[in-house]
T-cell receptor, first 115, second 112 residues
Framework: NAGVTQTPKFRILKIGQSMTLQCTQD?????MYWYRQDPGMGLKLIYY???????DKGEVPNGYNVSRSTTEDFPLRLELAAPSQTSVYFC??????????????FGPGTRLTVL | GDSVTQMEGPVTLSEEAFLTINCTYT??????LFWYVQYPGEGLQLLLK?????DKGSNKGFEATYRKETTSFHLEKGSVQVSDSAVYFC???????????FGQGTRLTINP
């Protein structure tokens, strides 16, 4: 199993551009998450999904959109990129069954710079 | 609201030293507690967990005990190695919930 994969690893955007960060998991997890990690800070939840077709906002959703058309994929869309969105983005997934104790599995991250 | 507070970093130790990274939490119920580790250039990995009071999580020589009376989950290791250099995150979650609450992370550097 590859686990959680993310593409791209690095990206530089100009202000106002848009892009999609890709996330795929092969563990058949129904929960998926997007976090951002700013320097010296913990992770903040952007959006999450409890299953295909269901998404919900986290702490910091402004400026982002998500969709969940399949169990495996959970892309994050940035519209009109701003310097405040410069961050490292992590995708994660988890099994919702009670025995799993909500352990989340993380991808390697996408480092995004907006200039 | 629920929150997690970790000791300020960075922490620098010599190899074979004893490590403690403090973590305290504020929660209205009885969450599960986790320590995640982030090695340079990588995503977070679960290091250990505890799901109820007095549980001890352990992995790779690291230990942490869920102390309800002091709302703490301090991470300890008896003899650190250079390979333990990483950022460590304490986190909590309620059973059945979706949102992990993270501390701000503690950067640990071990010198040979």
């Amino acid at each position: 199993n590859a686990g959680v994969t993310q593409t791209p690893k690095f990206r530089i955007l100009k202000i106002g551009q848009s892009m999609t960060l890709q996330c795929t998991q092969d563990m058949n997890h129904n929960y998926m998450y997007w976090y951002r990690q700013d320097p010296g800070m913990g992770l903040k939840l952007i959006y999450y999904s409890v299953g295909a077709g269901i998404t919900d906002k986290g702490e910091v959703p402004n400026g982002y959109n998500v969709s969940r058309s399949t169990t495996e994929d959970f892309p994050l869309r940035l519209e009109l990129a701003a310097p405040s969105q410069t961050s490292v983005y992590f995708c994660a997934s988890s099994d919702s069954s009670l025995r799993a104790y909500n352990e989340q599995f993380f991808g390697p991250g996408t480092r995004l710079t907006v200039l | 609201g629920d929150s997690v507070t970790q000791m300020e970093g960075p922490v620098t130790l010599s190899e074979e030293a004893f490590l403690t990274i403090n973590c305290t939490y504020t929660a209205t119920g009885y969450p599960s507690l986790f320590w995640y580790v982030q090695y340079p250039g990588e995503g977070l990995q679960l290091l250990l967990k505890a799901t109820k009071a007095d549980d001890k999580g352990s992995n790779k020589g690291f230990e942490a005990t869920y102390r309800k009376e002091t709302t703490s989950f301090h991470l300890e290791k008896g003899s650190v190695q250079v390979s333990d250099s990483a950022v460590y995150f304490c986190a909590l979650i309620y059973q059945g919930a979706q949102k992990l609450v993270f501390g701000q992370g503690t950067r640990l550097t071990i010198n040979p």
